[in-house]
């Protein structure tokens, strides 16, 4: 009686969580879209038309909408399981994507995306340089930051224990005002606006605002970029790169992101953007581990030009220096000069810009 009472109870049991499980709903299954983009390539040229074609298959239940993006435009809406939106205008640089969302009558909703990379459609003018003067610069100053300001240079300095910013004459070099940065931070680029000085910080997400005067720290805020590496502003907003091709324009007051771009020339993405200098509506750069500097369109974040500054040191340098890569950019508005330097270099730069031959 014993042995067949507890195959029973178990073929019962089974029996009853079929029956159960039988009557549960069956779960809606997501929708999945394919992006196709025509004409297909690796890299497209900004303001190059295309075509884009989606198809979605649906395997239960009844499509409510589909929505096309690109960036964060919306291009079409349809319930066409397959469509097609025709002449799209690639008009944002750097590297994007298109998006599709397709949902359901239940509310089920499924995403994809179509990375596409978009290059400028200019060649870069080619620049070289000429030397007009040349200042002291401190060995000691590993430069991030570089301003000039009613006749003095400002610069923020990096390195944790070793970040600040001085104030120092051009002539001799000589520091008048200065003010260390606490040593768990990597002080980075700086800005002077409204008779403010704003730093960055490399990987603490963190900034700080100084009073012009006396150097008094009067704010701090925070952003959202991973790193902060140049900084500048143009008479309104603040301007930052985070070492990406990325550049991020804040609201002074609040510290709010208003736009991004990336930037591009007519070969690929240009990575490493530093430090920055805004120069008669135009963003000038350093490029990290190199000695050139690009101009930048702010509008749509094309290379203009490109300003080799091979070999400027080359007789400055002294055996036993440790000099590191080009860094700092400052513009004297009224007398319409530019001044480079770099990390631990001895020397600051007037330059002029030559076109290259």
């Known amino acids: 009686m014993k042995k067949s009472f507890f195959p029973l109870v178990i073929v019962l049991c089974l029996f009853v969580t079929f029956l159960s499980c039988s009557n549960k709903p069956k779960r809606s299954r997501k929708p999945v879209s394919t992006i196709s983009v025509l004409p297909k390539k690796q890299n497209y040229v900004f303001n190059e038309k295309v075509s884009v074609n989606v198809k979605t298959k649906v395997k239960d239940g009844e499509i409510?909408?589909?929505?096309?993006?690109?960036?964060?435009?919306?291009?079409?809406?349809?319930?066409?399981?397959?469509?097609?939106?025709?002449?799209?205008?690639?008009?944002?640089?750097?590297?994007?994507?298109?998006?599709?969302?397709?949902?359901?009558?239940?509310?089920?909703?499924?995403?994809?995306?179509?990375?596409?990379?978009?290059?400028?459609?200019?060649?870069?003018?080619?620049?070289?340089?000429?030397?007009?003067?040349?200042?002291?610069?401190?060995?000691?100053?590993?430069?991030?930051?570089?301003?000039?300001?009613?006749?003095y240079l400002y610069e923020g300095t990096g390195e944790n224990g070793k970040s600040g910013i001085f104030?120092?004459?051009?002539?001799?070099?000589?520091?008048?005002?200065?003010?260390?940065?606490?040593?768990?931070?990597?002080?980075?680029?700086?800005?002077?606006?409204?008779?403010?000085?704003?730093?960055?910080?490399?990987?603490?997400?963190?900034?700080?605002?100084?009073?012009?005067?006396?150097?008094?720290?009067?704010?701090?805020f925070t952003y959202s970029s991973k790193e902060g590496w140049g900084l500048t502003n143009d008479g309104t907003n603040l301007i930052m790169s985070d070492g990406t091709n990325k550049i991020t324009w804040l609201n002074a007051n609040d510290?709010?992101?208003?736009?991004?771009?990336?930037?591009?020339?007519?070969?690929?993405?240009?990575?490493?953007?530093?430090?920055?200098?805004?120069?008669?509506?135009?963003?000038?750069a350093n490029v990290y581990t190199t000695e050139m500097i690009v101009k930048i369109d702010v509008e749509t974040g094309k290379i203009l030009s490109e300003i080799h500054l091979d070999g400027i040191l080359n007789m400055y340098k002294s055996k036993g220096d440790t000099i590191d890569y080009?860094?700092?950019?400052?513009?004297?508005?009224?007398?319409?000069r530019m001044f480079v330097t770099g990390k631990w270099w001895p020397r600051l730069f007037e330059i002029e810009l030559v076109p290259s031959k």
Request: net charge negative; aromatic share 12%; proline share 2%.
């Open 64 to 151: 409510e909408n589909i929505q096309l993006f690109y960036g964060n435009k919306l291009l079409k809406e349809s319930k066409e399981l397959d469509f097609t939106a025709e002449n799209i205008s690639l008009n944002e640089l750097g590297n994007s994507n298109f998006r599709v969302v397709a949902t359901k009558t239940d509310e089920v909703e499924n995403t994809r995306t179509k990375p596409v990379t978009v290059l400028s459609d200019i060649i870069p003018v080619k620049f070289t340089y000429h030397v007009i003067n040349n200042y002291p610069h401190s060995k000691k100053n590993y430069t991030e930051g570089l301003e000039f300001q009613d006749g």
């Open 326 to 336: 080009m860094n700092g950019i400052a513009y004297d508005k009224a007398k319409d």
């Open 255 to 284: 510290y709010s992101e208003i736009k991004t771009l990336q930037v591009a020339n007519n070969k690929g993405v240009v990575s490493y953007i530093n430090e920055l200098e805004y120069i008669d509506g135009s963003l000038y």
């Open 167 to 220: 104030k120092t004459e051009l002539q001799s070099g000589n520091v008048v005002q200065s003010i260390p940065l606490d040593d768990k931070y990597f002080g980075e680029g700086i800005t002077i606006l409204n008779d403010k000085i704003y730093q960055l910080t490399y990987r603490a997400q963190k900034g700080f605002v100084y009073q012009l005067s006396d150097f008094a720290v009067i704010d701090s």
